[in-house]
DNA sequence: AAAAAAC
């Protein structure tokens, strides 16, 4: 068997490698280190957890190591769909470049320029970025890249999905041809072949089996869902999501909770929160630093549940975690694959429960027609409650509540716009736990004289129609 | 129907 000791790396990086624990690459490192170290293309196909990141950063120190950066001319470049991402490849390269004298900056947006441009000015040997805070230190005139040697494009085809692609595209343009040029996507679309066509010259292919299946060791299941009601739907499922976590018990160590919309994510975890769960939100809209906090914090065990967008379901490094929730069943049936790895990673045993509302039984059969597989039916952990009285106080409430969610959203004030939905969602929380409780009688006018649906309350029986619609139905209608 | 990424 191959030792990271036959490849030719640099001592002093064979020595972090050592001290990192690790002994043998794995088939990704081994594919692609040996050509890297030759000077020569590097085409990796290949998945998060593969290896794939020290698969260039090794080799990319290893020839680093001679010779120094000029100021704003740096003499590699990684570059990395998401922030995390990019932060992620920094650690790696901090890692391994520990005895070695190597510079670098992680130019990410959502942070200040001035450290970011302090650090180009003095010269870096290595500039890992996401695409448009490059570009934008570009056409700043701070950043030149004719001096670049190594260029690595780190998951190609999520660039792709997420519209990067002329960046990448004009990035190519502004390095040398003589480049060296590293390039790992998960997939080889059409769109991505043209671009390794055009951008590599008789590259090295690494090919590691995909994981065209999701992998043997998590244990999936499905919950299909019908709300009693539409305008109860949001609130039924999140009782839904909670049952099933108890159900699960002392057996989650850690969970991510995935969810299809941003405005979701802000909900669900709010709302976990207030039931005494340990959770925190992370997607897009988060301030930068919240969201490094939420996963520094995640990753060293302080924070249980990580309630999330599809911006942790790929690449992010998250130490195996014992459950995968799906609150949706994802849009597109690959992010399920993507979604459920979080778990059963390193061999060990997870579990991934994905909760389907009834419109969402489309988006179900899709997934189970690419993992080749029915996802065994769990029953719904909620039971069904005895009926209920058809008007409550709550009733009213909510959709009020809703409202002003609304007329809010379209205030002129993007900066706050994040915090005040959380804080209206919470209201909705709020109303909604009492919806749960027995209500207490007010003036006269409890449940129980209600219960003949005599007694007039709120807007009595003159509703707009549209208030009994849920969200979705407004919008569309 | 969405998310991500620049200010």
Partial sequence: MTKFADLNLNPKVLKAIEEAGYESPTPIQEGAIPAALEGRDVLGIAQTGTGKTASFTLPMITRLARGRARARMPR????????ELAAQVAENF?????????TKALLIGGVS???????????????????????DHFERGKLLLTGIEIMVVDEADRMLDMGFIPDIERIFSLTPFTRQTLFFSATMAPEIERITNTF???????EIARQATTSENIEQAVVLFKASRKDREATEKRRVLRALIDQEGE????????????????IVAKSLKK???DAAPIHGDLDQSQRTKTLDGFRDGALKILVASDVAARGLDVPSVS???NFDVPGHAEDYVHRIGRTGRAGRDGKAITICSTRDEKLLEAVESLVQKEITRLENPVKVEPRKPRKTAADTDAPKEEKRTRSRKTADKPEKKTEEKVEAAANTNTSTQTEQKPQRGRGGKGRNDRRDDKVVVGMGDHLPS??????AERRAG
Avoid at 94 to 102: E, I, Q
Avoid at 200 to 206: D, G, K, M, Y
Avoid at 251 to 266: G, L, P, T, W
């Fill in 251 to 266: 057996s989650v160590q850690n969970a991510v909770i995935f969810c299809n919309r941003k405005m979701d994510v802000d």
């Fill in 76 to 83: 590699s470049l990684v570059l990395c769909p998401t922030r």
């Fill in 275 to 277: 039931y005494g769960y």
């Fill in 200 to 206: 590599l010259s008789a590259p090295e292919r690494v």
């Fill in 113 to 135: 320029f001035k450290e970011q441009d302090a650090a180009i000015d003095r010269g870096v040997d290595v500039l890992i970025a996401t695409p448009g805070r490059l570009l």
């Fill in 94 to 102: 901090d890692t391994y470049a520990k005895h070695v004298k190597l």
């Fill in 466 to 471: 549209f208030i009994a619609l849920s969200f």
């Fill in 323 to 325: 459950h995968v929730f």
